[in-house]
């Protein structure tokens, strides 16, 4: 068991398959109590059920459908009424599509799961971080934010154009963005927010996309790590004391990677926020 997570308390978005059901298990192995935020109910309960196998240690679930803003938020305040401290958030579900769709917010779904739920959680729960000691948040994001050159404000929500690949490209450019202003303003608070390439594995992420398939291995074939260990690098940055100090910093295979292009811009950064905050209705107290 890894004394740095006994008793400590992770929550998870997405971890019902993929990496994010391996970093669950390693996490929860690790000794750590697991949260999680699942849109299936019987995935979540299987997972459950699987965790409990391995530890004897009960996973608390949250069901929610991270598309919807309002599930987010209420999912946020289904964590914050269990009256636990929260010491680790791994963001990590995401999707891609095909073809373009709405949210019931009528916002580009792509966009708001992979982005837009980060930010509105994530900054929900910042107080109870804060309150817990809290340490680490973790944000999945992906080499992918180099299929574009920045983001795209002008049609944010792909109305205009949507070219698959860009579209994802462009909501893991929002990731990156996202760890690199909320490092800075957590600098005071002790909380570390990193994010990472995590390596393609297979996730079933899409999975009830027509033709997404054939769009992943094409991802795949661009990014593909040599390893299995999609998730290797999320639990790291979750539970290593080697990163415990380290903040706004981008991963690949576990080191810092340097980032190009204008994800390193703090115009980009500070536009992005301020447009996300507009379009949830939440920002930092």
């Known amino acids: 068991m890894n004394e740095n997570l006994k008793n400590k308390v992770c929550l998870i978005t997405g971890a019902t398959n993929g990496i994010g059901l391996e970093a669950a298990k390693s996490l929860n192995k690790m000794g750590a109590e697991i949260v999680f935020i699942a849109r299936n109910k019987e995935k979540a309960e299987k997972l459950q059920q699987e965790l409990m196998s391995e ?12 598309s919807s803003l309002s599930e987010v938020k209420k999912a946020a305040d289904q964590f914050l ?16 599509n095909r073809e373009r769709a709405e949210t019931v917010d009528r916002l580009e779904e792509v966009f ?14 910042i107080e109870k971080m804060i309150e817990s000691g809290g340490k680490r948040i973790v944000n999945v994001a992906s080499m992918a934010y180099r299929f ?15 070219a698959p690949m860009k579209v994802y490209g462009q909501s893991k450019m929002a990731n990156i ?17 990193n994010c990472l390439h995590p390596g393609f594995v297979d996730t079933g992420i899409g999975s009830s996309n027509k033709g997404i398939r054939k769009f992943l291995f094409k991802l795949a074939s661009v990014f593909a790590k040599k390893t299995h260990k999609g998730a ?5 940055l979750c539970s290593s004391p080697e990163v415990e100090n380290i903040s706004g910093e981008y991963f ?8 190009i292009g204008s994800v390193k811009s703090a115009e980009q950064a500070e536009k992005l926020w301020s447009v996300s905050s507009e379009l949830t209705g939440v920002d930092l107290n």
Request: with cysteine; glycine share 4%.
């Open 177 to 193: 963005l996202f760890t690199k202003s909320l490092a800075n303003k957590l600098e005071s608070k002790g909380i570390t927010v």
């Open 81 to 96: 009424s269990l009256d636990k401290p929260l010491h680790i958030l791994l963001n990590n579900a995401g999707i891609m």
């Open 148 to 162: 574009i050159k920045e983001i795209n404000f002008d049609d944010l929500q792909s109305k205009e154009s949507y």
């Open 55 to 66: 530890t004897g240690r009960e996973a608390t679930a949250i069901i929610a459908d991270l």
């Open 112 to 125: 708001s799961v992979n982005h837009l739920a980060y930010f509105t959680l994530t900054l929900l729960l």
């Open 252 to 259: 690949v295979d576990c080191k810092i990677d340097e980032l």
């Open 232 to 236: 290797e690098t999320s639990i790291y």
